[in-house]
Every structure is written in structure tokens, then in C-alpha cells.
């Protein structure tokens, strides 16, 4: 006859489960971890950011297709399969939106894409295999549509994930590892020690937290990793301030009065004894950091001072395009939009998951 573990972790595993919200989210969250990390495989426009400009199909709706002139470039590109995988193609082909094309001869005649029932251009290009110039036509479906430069927006939302989804972990991570510090100090040190980490932590929370990233973004300069770096030192005031309290109510522990009897070192007490008893509350807090940084990132990158040009990001793609809210076209901030609230919101509900199956009082 089986056993059946009751150990916390188990029971709170199973509380876990039971929960349908957070299961969702837990895997909806995964999801769009995979698809951050794969952005490019999946992504029909593999070119690097995504930036393939298309400026006579701007601004088309979700579904539009039209026939792409494509000629291959004489330079050639030195990437590995691993760099094209993680970071884009450096494409350099040439492609043209074409509404018209025919072959006569040696020659490939074909009329450049315009909208608004106006007609393009026409020109021909040279088939000549002799000077590598393979010209090709293929009909290409724009799923979400394309933003108001003619690029691919479903393969920009796409590459655009892994900068909201990575800003989590890197913020995170350094909140982490400052605020357990600071609060670890504070909490079971106590006195003087207590009293100026507190000062320190009182004067951080003053300051708005935007008005801080801001400042520590134009300080590091703008950048990719200049943002991760910046929200990251920003949110550690929160993970500090629940360690300190963890700590503070449970040092005097019989198991911790134990540790120090045997002559434990206080760095071994703190690390080896009371973190891991007090980990469920910080568990939770991350997770509500994890929706404040990309919060924070998005309106950042909306300001103009978060992820710069080319390089997608889901609150610069609304920042391009609120405008067109009252022009016809909200889906164009609409989309990203829904993207934001939805990543957000996983991570709220798990983080509520979490808190319920993590209280041993219930």
C-alpha cells in the first residue's frame, strides 16, 4: 500500500493545482517564454529585429496580402545557425511590393506596389544568372497586419516578447539579490544597523518609482540592458521590506536559538535556516514584480527611453501608433496593448495562486 507525502511542498503543490487560474497562467506564462526565446523561428520575418520596411504597404490591415519582389544581395552574410536562431537574420535582399509582374526573355518587368488606387512604378530588372541575380515573386499574408513603417507586425509582437518577458527575470533577479541582502541584514541585526538600511530603504520609496528609472536610465544611458538594469534597482525596496519583517518574527525561533547554541556562524543561520522558512512570501512578491517591471518597461519604452529603434518592444509599438487609435487603424496599438495586459495579468493571477497555496494557515 502507498504512501501519500504530506509534506508542505507537496500540499502546497496540490492547492496549486487545484487552481485553474494559475495553472492557466503558469503555462500561458511558459508560452510566451518559448516563444520569446524562438521569437525568430517563429516569426515571418526572420530578419534582425524584424525590421523589414515596406513603406508602400504601410499601415494595411490584419490579413492583407500582396506579392514581394525578392532579389538576392551579392553580400553575404557569416552568421552561424545559432546566432540566426537566437538574434535574426542580417538580411541583406532587397524586397519590393509589386502589384503586377511578368518574365520576357531575360528580363523580369514588374509594377511596384501603391495604395490608394494609385499605380506604382514600373521597371525591370535583369535575369541574368551570370550577375547572381535571381529575382523571385511570392505572395506574403500579413497576419496582424503591418505598422505604419510596412513591417510585419505579427513578427514584431513576437520579437517584441522577449524584451517585455526577459525584463522580469533580469529586474527580478537583481531586486532579489539586493533586497534579501539588505533585508537579511536589517532584520536580524537589528539597531543601528537596522535603523540605517531603513533610512536608506524610506528615502527609495519616496521617490517615484518612474522618476527613479528614469533618472538611473539617463545616468547608465539608453539601452536594452540600461533598462533591465535600472527597474531591476528599483524594486528591491519591496523584497527588502518583507524580509526584514520575515526575519524580525522569526530569529527568535526555537530552531534559530538551536543554530546559535551550536555555535553557527550568523551568514549560516540566515542563508541555511531562516531563508529557506520564510521563501513562500518572497515567491509571491516576485511574481507581482515580474508584472511591474514589464509595466515599467513598457512605459519606459512609450516615453522613448526605454528600448530604442529598431529593436521591437510592445510599449514602443504603442507609442508609434496611438495616434491611429482615432485614424481607423486601433489595432495597431490595440494589439500590443492586449499583449501587455495579458502577460501582466498571468502574472498577477499565478502570484495570487501561489499566495493561496503557500499559506499554511488555510
Given amino acids: 500500500m502507498s504512501t501519500k507525502s504530506h509534506s508542505l511542498k507537496q500540499l502546497a503543490l496540490q492547492k496549486f493545482k487545484k487552481n485553474f487560474w494559475g495553472v492557466f497562467s503558469l503555462y500561458f506564462i511558459i508560452a510566451v517564454g518559448l516563444v520569446s526565446i524562438f521569437a525568430y523561428v517563429l516569426a515571418p520575418d526572420n530578419s534582425r529585429y524584424a525590421n523589414q520596411m515596406h513603406l508602400s504597404i504601410h499601415s494595411k490591415k490584419p490579413g492583407f496580402k500582396v506579392d514581394i519582389l525578392t532579389i538576392p544581395s551579392k553580400l553575404k552574410s557569416n552568421q552561424n545557425w545559432l546566432d540566426r536562431i537566437f538574434f535574426g537574420i542580417e538580411n541583406y535582399d532587397t524586397e519590393i511590393p509589386v502589384s503586377e509582374f511578368k518574365t520576357e526573355g531575360d528580363f523580369l518587368k514588374y509594377t511596384e506596389y501603391a495604395s490608394d488606387g494609385l499605380k506604382g512604378e514600373e521597371k525591370t530588372i535583369s535575369l541574368n544568372r551570370e550577375n547572381k541575380l535571381n529575382p523571385y515573386v511570392k505572395n506574403k499574408s500579413f497576419v496582424f497586419g503591418t505598422d505604419k513603417y510596412g513591417r510585419d507586425l505579427l513578427s514584431r509582437i513576437l520579437v517584441g516578447a522577449r524584451i517585455s518577458f526577459f525584463i522580469g527575470f533580469v529586474a527580478v533577479f537583481i531586486s532579489l539579490i539586493i533586497g534579501i541582502f539588505m533585508g537579511s541584514i536589517a532584520g536580524y541585526f537589528g539597531g543601528k544597523v537596522d535603523a540605517v538600511i531603513m533610512w536608506i530603504i524610506n528615502v527609495t520609496w519616496s521617490i517615484p518609482t518612474l522618476l527613479l528609472v528614469i533618472a538611473i536610465t539617463l545616468a547608465l544611458g539608453k539601452g536594452f540592458w540600461q533598462v533591465f538594469i535600472a527597474v531591476g534597482l ?37 542563508s541555511k535556516h531562516i531563508l529557506p522558512n520564510i521563501m513562500a512570501p518572497i515567491i509571491v512578491i516576485s511574481a507581482a514584480n515580474f508584472a511591474a517591471a514589464i509595466l515599467i518597461e513598457s512605459g519606459l519604452s512609450f516615453l522613448g527611453i526605454g528600448a530604442q529603434p529598431p529593436m521591437a518592444s510592445w510599449g514602443a509599438m504603442i507609442k508609434d501608433h496611438y495616434n491611429y487609435i482615432i485614424l481607423g487603424k486601433p489595432y495597431l496599438a490595440l494589439i500590443p496593448g492586449l499583449c501587455i495586459m495579458s502577460l501582466v495579468m498571468a502574472f498577477m493571477l499565478i502570484g495570487n495562486a501561489l499566495r493561496d497555496a503557500l499559506d499554511v494557515k488555510s
Fill in 234 to 270: 528599483t524594486m528591491w525596496v519591496e523584497v527588502a521590506r518583507v524580509v526584514r519583517g520575515q526575519i524580525m518574527s522569526t530569529k527568535e525561533m526555537q530552531y534559530v536559538t538551536a543554530a546559535r547554541a551550536l555555535g553557527f556562524s550568523d551568514f549560516r543561520i540566515i
